[in-house]
């Protein structure tokens, strides 16, 4: 079955709004991508300044692959040898799981 990565950020409340807006930006920089499968991002709403970045893989070699090839400059941001944006980020932890069961709804 699939992989999933998480990507945990955690956003201070004036940041919201320019990462939310810099993953809009790079819409469709990760859906032609062998292996892919799923995109989310995740706003907190409970009182945390955690956003989710949840992405769904066929393989971890195809993630790997990712990464290391257009996730590495979508990751860098800003235009190409100018300089980096500020990250909107203050922290980046990279949760990864493998799923063993899944479930869809019920079609009539």
Known sequence: ??????NV???PEDQRETL???FAARAGAVESSDGFEWFELLRP????????VYTRWRTEEDFQN????RGQA???GGPEGGDRPKPAAT???LWSFEVVQQAAPKQS
């Open 74 to 76: 979508a990751h860098r």
């Open 1 to 6: 079955m699939s992989i999933v990565k998480i």
């Open 45 to 52: 709403v409970g009182g945390t300044d955690t956003y989710l």
């Open 91 to 93: 922290d980046a932890t």
């Open 66 to 69: 990712w990464m290391s090839g």
């Open 20 to 22: 939310e807006k810099r």
């Open 9 to 11: 950020l955690t956003v």
